[in-house]
Nanobody, 123 residues
Framework: QVQLVESGGGSVQAGGSLRLSCAAS????????VGWFRQAPGTEREGVAR???????TYANSVKGRFTISKDNAKNTLYLQMNSLKPEDTAMYYC?????????????????WGQGTQVTVSS
């Protein structure tokens, strides 16, 4: 059974930083699409960052230059380093993982989801 568990969320002031982690069990991060999504109240879920099967990373325009996605295959953990946080980054953040080898990861490629960790950025 695949389980993704996020941690690292919290409340910070604008300009601050947080590092999210997502530990996987029953799943290996080494081969497939993995990524982070977020959803604020009243909005649709948004893809924040993703890593494709061969290491290519993509970011939402709103977070480019501020967020960095990475993974540690040995620890089976996915990370999202978030710097220069803004109030508009406030949302529930979810990690997600796929089951297909892809050079580019579409939203539909993600099959497993964590339960989320809340990030709140105050001005």
């Amino acid at each position: 059974q695949v389980q993704l568990v996020e941690s690292g969320g919290g409340s910070v002031q604008a300009g601050g930083s947080l590092r999210l982690s997502c530990a996987a069990s029953g799943y290996s991060y080494s081969s497939y699409c993995v990524g982070w999504f977020r959803q604020a109240p009243g909005t649709e879920r948004e893809g924040v960052a993703r890593i494709a099967s061969f290491g290519a990373t993509t970011y939402a325009n709103s977070v480019k230059g501020r967020f960095t996605i990475s993974k540690d295959n040995a620890k089976n953990t996915l990370y999202l380093q978030m710097n220069s946080l803004k109030p508009e980054d406030t949302a529930m953040y979810y990690c997600a993982a796929g089951l297909r080898v892809r050079t580019f990861c579409a939203d539909s490629d993600f099959a497993y989801w964590g339960q989320g960790t809340q990030v709140t950025v105050s001005s």
